[in-house]
């Protein structure tokens, strides 16, 4: 099968050769505004070729994958979807709310089918804890906490296009929190403070990052985030109820040092970033879109569902904004 991926930066580089090594991909067209990117990441492995975004659609993929950035998802979906081309494109699935539903809309309108990159879905970690939850082993889920840090920020250009550390950073944690636990938030109140570059306040954004989300079942979660994690990247998820636990993401090497003597745990080197955390979830996810653009499967994450996720990505900027909690049917009306 033919790919064609469009973005060649941080994330697109990797998702190059991570398609390479799936079975079935038998070419790869890489392309960006910028033919060094473009040439380069397709240098990166063997039998891809490069160009331009007019040239990806004209070599009539077999799927198309979109890592430009957030601002060019809606309108590179819609050329894809129109084109018939089955697409993956990351998150977040648009910039702004009024575009994300419009997306939708088209989309559900064509029978083309398009999955939104949450990689977290395809963790073994999070996958376990759902099992575990829908399994009874953790009675019924009474507090949940969510935790999402970089070691070092992002480059300061990519800040002001992000959309925010709700929409472009915690969007993962709303993701995964409906899809672990199956149920939806009703309310959300969410803080932040400026304490490093100053490129983050001058976008309107915040580098610590706290929200304490309501779901409709009475359940409490918090959520923290930080742009500045100096012990490396710490992506964790603990879910606690009447029989157990389970805390995704505590393995050997967490960021995390014990202050308790004579404890070893944990033995590892931290994780740096998260092109490492998730490389086997990165793999995972594509080698479904392979099988989604084979027609093999439906999309596993669609459109409608990361709208849900951007709800309360809207809800919590609004709340930040104004410093009050916000209620989801707020921003959904
Ligand atoms: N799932 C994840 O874990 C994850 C991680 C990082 C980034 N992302 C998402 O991936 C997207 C890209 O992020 P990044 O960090 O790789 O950004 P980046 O700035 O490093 O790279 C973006 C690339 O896209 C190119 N580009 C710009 N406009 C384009 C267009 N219209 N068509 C094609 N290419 C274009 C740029 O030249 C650049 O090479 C963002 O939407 C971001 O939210 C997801």
């Known amino acids: 099968m033919r ?32 033919p060094a990117r473009a040439r380069t990441a397709a240098e ?15 070599f009539r993929p077999d799927g198309i994958v979109i890592a430009a950035p957030t601002p060019a998802h809606a309108e590179l979906i819609l050329r894809a979807v129109r084109a018939g081309i089955p697409t993956f ?27 939104i990159g949450f990689q977290r879905r395809f963790d073994a970690g999070y996958r376990a804890a759902k099992q575990a939850l829908e399994a009874g082993d953790i009675g019924e889920l009474r507090r949940l ?49 400026n304490r490093g570059a100053a490129f983050f306040g001058e976008a309107g954004d915040v580098d610590e990052s706290a929200a304490l989300l309501t779901l409709d079942d009475g359940t409490l979660a918090t959520l923290q985030g930080s742009r500045y994690n100096g012990a490396g990247y710490d992506v964790r998820m603990e879910l606690a109820g009447t029989l157990g636990n389970r805390s995704v993401g505590l393995d050997d090497r967490v960021p995390l040092t014990s202050a308790e003597p004579g404890v070893g745990f944990p033995a590892g080197t931290p994780w740096p970033n998260f092109q490492e955390r998730f490389a ?28 849900e996720a951007l709800y309360i990505a809207e809800a919590a900027t609004l709340s930040r904004a104004e410093g009050r909690s916000v209620r989801l049917d707020e921003v959904r009306g």
């Open 145 to 193: 906490h969510l935790l999402t840090c970089d070691p070092t920020p992002p480059p300061a250009e990519y800040i002001p296009q992000s959309g925010g550390i709700y929409r472009d950073c915690h969007i993962h944690d709303f993701d995964i929190l409906r899809w672990v636990t199956g149920r939806e938030v009703v309310s959300v109140f969410a803080t932040g403070t």
């Open 44 to 58: 990166s492995v063997g039998a891809a070729s490069h160009g331009t975004i007019d040239d990806a659609f004209s």
């Open 3 to 34: 790919f064609a991926i469009l973005g060649a930066g941080r994330i697109g580089i990797a998702h190059v050769s991570t398609l390479m090594a799936q079975t079935g991909v038998s070419e790869l067209l890489v392309a960006d505004l910028d």
């Open 280 to 307: 086997a979830a990165y793999s995972a996810e594509l080698a479904a879109f392979v099988s989604v653009a084979a027609g093999e499967r439906p999309s596993p994450c669609t459109p409608r569902e990361a709208l």
């Open 89 to 115: 494109c990351e998150k977040p699935l648009a910039e702004s709310l009024a575009s994300s539903v419009a997306v939708v809309e088209e989309v559900e309108r064509h029978d083309v089918p398009v999955q």
